[in-house]
């Protein structure tokens, strides 16, 4: 054993494990991208727009509820804080939502209003019905819609 370099190999249980956060990001990508209708390449700058405008939409505590649901390789996509104020501006507004996440893909606002709908949708199938509610009861009334439209 003394042979064995710190670092080195995984042990089982670590190489299932990251074998199972591969397959949960892949399933949960394939989801999207079935139910979206979404081609490959798009689907997941999409997930990762989509998921990180709506986590900055919601109350902090319900952004951490829905955060411990999603697959934990998706969340590594997702830019850290740090702490410090958010360098972009999220907005309240329905409009604002979808020009973040159309700069954030490089369309024009009125082409992301599907992809958002797609994601959302593999997202409320994904999470629990109760964190689902949640996540609704935690938006602006416009992007209540929004999100309703995706039952």
């Known amino acids: ?29 394939k989801h999207l991208s079935e139910v979206g209708k979404l081609e490959p390449g798009v689907v997941e700058c999409a997930a990762v727009s989509v998921i990180n405008a709506l986590l900055h939409r919601i109350q902090p505590e319900e952004a951490k509820d829905l955060e411990a649901q999603l697959p934990r390789k998706l969340l590594e996509f997702l830019p850290k804080e740090e702490g410090q104020k958010p360098a972009r501006t999220y907005g309240r507004t329905r409009d604002d939502f979808l020009r973040v996440v159309a700069e954030d893909l490089g369309k024009d606002a009125s082409e992301v209003e599907t992809l958002v709908r797609a994601v959302f949708l593999g997202l409320r199938e994904h999470i629990s019905e109760g964190e689902a509610q949640d996540v609704e009861s935690n938006l602006p009334p416009d992007l209540q819609d929004l999100w309703r439209r995706t039952q």
């Open 1 to 29: 054993m003394a042979d064995t370099p710190t670092g080195g190999p995984m042990s089982r249980s670590e190489k299932r494990h990251q074998s199972h956060l591969g397959r949960s990001y892949a399933v949960f990508i």
